[in-house]
């Protein structure tokens, strides 16, 4: 994919893309501009995390702190030293001049909606002993001056409640992947290429391409919910490991951004599978067309990771070469898709078409105007090289705030997308084959394809002769 380039002018110029800090400004800690944190050290941001008496951290600025923070130091950390300085605001409100009129119970209150805020968007931050032993240190603490009113301590018993009923769901989430997740992984069997009398294809289960757009968009909204800020956050984290196209580190944290590629990697070979897979030229005609129109109807819903994993399949090499079943094809619909996914100017139309689909969501008076699905390749992508353009650090030793407030904001974005409700029925039937059915190893996608279609040139002559010399072998 093409290098995203638009974030510059917004995060700084110069070469290396750092921020541009007068040196006047450099002693400050943290430096604003116009207002806006900018930058500061680890310190001092952890300092701007704590509320006080008379100030609360803005929600942005919380999540933004809370999922950057992971890049310097590990979630358990960053807890003990919100603890530590938590302990010592209490004490300086207890010890101070004018101690005996300080009502500690809003001070109280704020620290454990802080708690409340990190523990329901982070749950996974508090799964080992470590950090849920800091968690209950800190809320001990906190709720010593709650003797005579316990309404600051059944918030906390709510929140840790919330906390572990999430940890627990999550879990089960992750148990659910193990077991799927090497199913995904496998590739096709080498299946025969041409379709059985009894075989099901896609038309058989579902003959209308509305219907099939949605109960894919489904899928989609099901597999996203599995994917939380922290996810994204590992893989800027570990960015070299995208110029390999792998997910590294935790696998329990990266299993479901790999279930969720499989996915997409399943959809594109299924298109391939049922339309290489069918022997008359009129029938894949008919099938090609209908996959046209079901990839229209998820860019009309707002999926666009479905609409590029249909086009892709139909892009990719077995499908591509059937001049004769695509000279049949009506593609002024076809051209039109690949338009929306024209790759030249940074995906300039799809880039378009996102915004206006985000700016539907926004003003929406139905959940089916809130789905916004992007395609997920390109928002990893455009993370990766926001993160990786710009420093983590500026010249003077400062966290680079604003360019990880950028990341948050994109990142947020799509909790808000994955968030949303699918507003469509739920088919079985169709999700089931979607989800299980056979699908073709690119070899057996080759057979099929030259078994419809013969080779017409010296390279697919030689492609297919060694073909079938390993068919003849298995």
Request: glycine share 4%; proline share 4%.
């Amino acid at each position: 994919m093409p290098q995203t380039v638009i974030f510059t002018s917004m995060l700084g110029s110069g070469c290396s893309g750092q921020v541009q800090v007068d040196m006047a400004e450099r002693s400050a800690d943290p430096i604003f501009q116009d207002g806006r944190l900018i930058s500061g050290s680890l310190e001092a941001l952890i300092e701007r995390l704590v509320p006080t008496v008379e100030y609360y951290p803005d929600r942005t600025f919380i999540f933004t702190l809370l999922l950057s923070s992971r890049a310097f130091i590990p979630p358990a950390e960053l807890l003990a030293r919100v603890g530590r300085l938590c302990l010592k605001r209490k004490q300086q409100l207890e010890t101070g001049a004018e101690a005996d009129k300080v009502n500690m119970k809003p001070f109280s209150a704020k620290i454990i909606q802080l708690l409340r805020e990190w523990t329901e968007t982070f749950p996974y931050d508090f799964q080992d002993e470590r950090a849920r032993k800091e968690l209950k240190e800190i809320a001990w603490r906190i709720t010593q001056c709650d003797e005579e009113n316990s309404t600051i301590k059944k918030t906390l018993s709510h929140v840790t409640e919330s906390l572990d009923k999430a940890l627990l769901s999550r879990g089960q989430q992750n148990e659910i992947q193990e077991k799927v997740l090497p199913c995904l992984l496998e590739k096709g069997s080498l299946l025969k290429s041409k379709a059985q009398a009894s075989q099901k294809d896609i038309l058989s289960v579902c003959g209308d391409a509305s219907v099939l757009a949605q109960q894919l968009t489904h899928v989609e909204l099901e597999r996203i919910k599995n994917i939380y800020p922290e996810d994204l956050m590992q893989l800027v984290s570990h960015a070299e490991s995208l110029d390999n196209h792998k997910c590294c580190g935790d696998i329990k944290k990266t299993q479901n951004l790999e279930a969720y590629d499989n996915w997409f990697n399943r959809l594109s070979t299924l298109v391939a599978t049922e339309i290489c897979r069918v022997g008359r030229k009129k029938q894949r005609t008919r099938l090609v067309e209908f996959f046209i129109d079901v990839a229209r109807e998820c860019f009309n819903i707002g999926n666009f990771n479905c609409m590029m994993a249909i086009i892709s399949g139909m892009n990719l090499s077995p499908v591509a070469r059937l001049k004769k079943t695509w000279s049949k094809v009506k593609t002024a619909k076809f051209d039109v898709l690949e338009h929306h996914m024209d790759p030249s100017s940074n995906f300039c139309n799809y880039r378009t078409a996102l915004q206006g689909a985000t700016q539907r969501a926004q003003t929406a008076r139905s959940s089916r105007e809130k789905i916004v699905i992007p395609v997920f390749n390109l928002f990893i992508k455009d993370i990766y090289f926001l993160n990786k353009i710009h420093s983590d650090r500026l010249p003077n030793g400062q966290i680079n705030f604003k360019k990880f407030l950028e990341i948050s904001r994109q990142i947020n974005d799509f909790m808000t997308w994955k968030a949303v409700e699918c507003p469509f029925e739920k088919e079985k039937r169709v999700q089931n084959y979607l989800l299980t059915a056979p699908v073709y190893t690119e070899e057996a996608l080759y057979v099929a394809s030259f078994e419809s279609e013969g080779p017409d040139n010296h390279m697919e002559k030689d492609s297919w002769k060694t073909l079938r010399a390993t068919l003849n072998r298995a």
